[in-house]
């Protein structure tokens, strides 16, 4: 299959998968609009949603044009290196391209990815820091229930008449 139509297939997939826009709007985590604007070929889902997409989707003719747009977008989206003949950036050596000794990408044109990087790292670590609040939270709770429960079957036993 050639350049697939992003519109057409999503749209042939959705009615192989019987569901309406709304249905796989939800499957997708997306919105009923989003799927209107992908059928309507005003925008095109983004990888990921592609991928789950293909998830749901059985094999068939469907499926292999998913499979071709899933490619073609795969290609689009992904890392160009550049022509030999592009310099590195200013202060930095190029960084290269993940080891097969091809040209190298400006590290210039990294500097976003790693500012991203490092955001999504603090983020990590206050999530980890406030999981390990919450676990120690937790094991006080536990603690005090199980002291409680100790507390209750003390006053079970002195409530109940020895014979």
Known sequence: MGNPHPAKVVRQVRKRL?????GLARLLNATKGAVQHWERGRNNPDLARLHALRQLCPPGPERAGLDALVKQTQTRVSPISPPKSVQPAKG?????????????????????LRRDN????????????TLRRREER???LEALAAELQREITGLRSAATPRA
Not at 18 to 22: D, G, I, K, T
């Open 92 to 112: 930095g050596m190029g960084v290269q391209a993940r080891g097969r000794g091809g040209p190298s990408i400006p590290s210039g044109s990294l500097a976003p």
């Open 118 to 129: 490092q955001r999504l790292q603090r983020h990590v670590a206050k999530l980890e820091a």
């Open 18 to 22: 019987q569901v309406s826009q709304e």
């Open 138 to 140: 937790l094991r006080t």
